[in-house]
């Protein structure tokens, strides 16, 4: 138990040292990226600095990437629920012929 809270000290302790190099990436990248660029989408036009520009993009892409995964992951999760529903019939039909063992000897 104490060598399980040990774990746990350590890896809040390495998750806060890896949020604190990104922070110190993310500033670093932001002050030398500071020139400001002109983004034409289709409804207007928006001055902003590249390092927000990338940042931008890089969300954006994560997000279509996130939303093409959806049908996959649902189509896995109800599978999932499938199997879980075929084990819990194949354990009550194991205990029903256990059960039939036990009476026949």
Same mark, same amino acid.
């Given at each position: 138990m104490i060598a399980l809270l #040990?774990?746990?000290k350590l890896v809040r302790i390495l998750t806060i040292l890896f949020l604190l190099l990104l922070l110190v990436i993310g500033v670093s990248f932001s002050s030398l990226n500071a020139s400001t660029v002109e983004i034409n989408y289709?409804? #207007?036009?928006?001055?902003i600095t590249l390092a927000?520009?990338?940042v931008?993009?890089?969300v954006v892409g994560v997000g279509l990437g996130i939303?093409?995964?959806l049908g996959m992951i649902f189509k896995l999760?109800?599978?999932g629920m499938a199997l879980k529903k075929n084990i819990r019939s194949m354990e009550s039909e194991i205990s029903s012929l256990k059960a039939l063992s036990t009476k026949e000897a």
């Open positions: #040990g774990e746990f289709y409804f #207007g036009l928006i001055d927000w520009a990338l931008l993009a890089v939303l093409s995964c999760k109800a599978q």
